[in-house]
């Protein structure tokens, strides 16, 4: 397993950006895919993006898709998801997350973070 941890979130208005990183510790971040997932109060975890071993394919939520980008740098062992555009429907908890390969499904998914809160105020 890897050791994650998650910054960036915080408080921004409908319509404004943040970036959200995620580093992990160790030797073998690249040889884990990544995902980030969001969970909203009241509801499940859902999944948000996710991109593959080298960074070469991504996946995304039809939710985000055109708004969120994800992206990796092997070389610093972090993974980021930058958010434009955002909607108050956005706000949540957001969790990156190591798996083998990239999955929409959380069960699949070995490693967590510890969570950053995002809020879209309206």
């Known amino acids: 397993q890897v050791q994650l941890v998650e910054s960036g979130g915080g408080l921004v208005q409908a319509g404004g950006s943040l970036r959200l990183s995620c580093a992990a510790a160790?030797?073998?971040?690249?040889?884990?895919?990544m995902g980030w997932f969001r969970q909203a109060p009241g509801k499940e975890r859902e999944f948000v993006a996710g991109?593959?071993?080298?960074?070469?394919?991504?996946h995304y939520a039809d939710s985000v898709k055109g708004r969120f980008t994800i992206s990796r740098d092997n070389a610093k062992n972090t993974v980021y998801l930058q958010m434009n555009s955002l909607k108050p429907e956005d706000t949540a908890v957001y969790y990156c997350?190591?798996?083998?390969?990239?999955?929409?499904?959380?069960?699949?998914?070995?490693?967590w973070g510890q969570g950053t809160q995002v809020t879209v105020s309206s």
């Open positions: 160790g030797r073998t971040f690249r040889s884990y895919a």
């Open positions: 991109i593959t071993r080298s960074g070469g394919t991504t």
């Open positions: 997350a190591a798996a083998e390969v990239v999955t929409y499904r959380s069960e699949d998914f070995g490693s």
